[in-house]
Nanobody, 118 residues
């Protein structure tokens, strides 16, 4: 069974940091782009960042640029999201995903809650 499992979410104060992980099982997804998304209550899911298959290129949403970084360890089938200088508006469920189809993320994790208190 192929699974993506996020971990590392929790409650943090404004200005704090959190590190999320996403680990794949059942398949390595080594040759594919991985991404992070988030969805806040009452809002649509939005792209946060992604990392390509080699780990050499990342794309970061403007809303988190300079504060969040995405990386991966293909040997561990794991992707990371380092979140610094967190703001209350970063509060959301964070999802990891893998893009094996053309321009479509087709494998998703179950999500992990991040709450930033003011």
């Amino acid at each position: 069974q192929v699974q993506l499992v996020e971990s590392g979410g929790g409650l943090v104060q404004t200005g704090g940091s959190l590190s999320l992980s996403c680990t794949a099982s059942g398949r390595t997804f080594r040759s594919y782009t991985w991404g992070w998304f988030r969805q806040a209550p009452g809002k649509e899911r939005e792209f946060v960042g992604s990392v390509n298959s080699s780990g050499g290129r990342t794309d970061i949403a403007d809303s988190v640029k300079g504060r969040f970084t995405v990386s991966r360890d293909s040997a561990k089938s794991t992707m990371y999201l380092q979140m610094n200088s967190l703001k209350p508006e970063d509060t959301a469920v964070y999802y990891c995903a893998v893009r094996t189809a053309l321009n479509e993320y087709d494998y998703w994790g179950q999500g992990t809650q991040v709450t930033v208190s003011s």
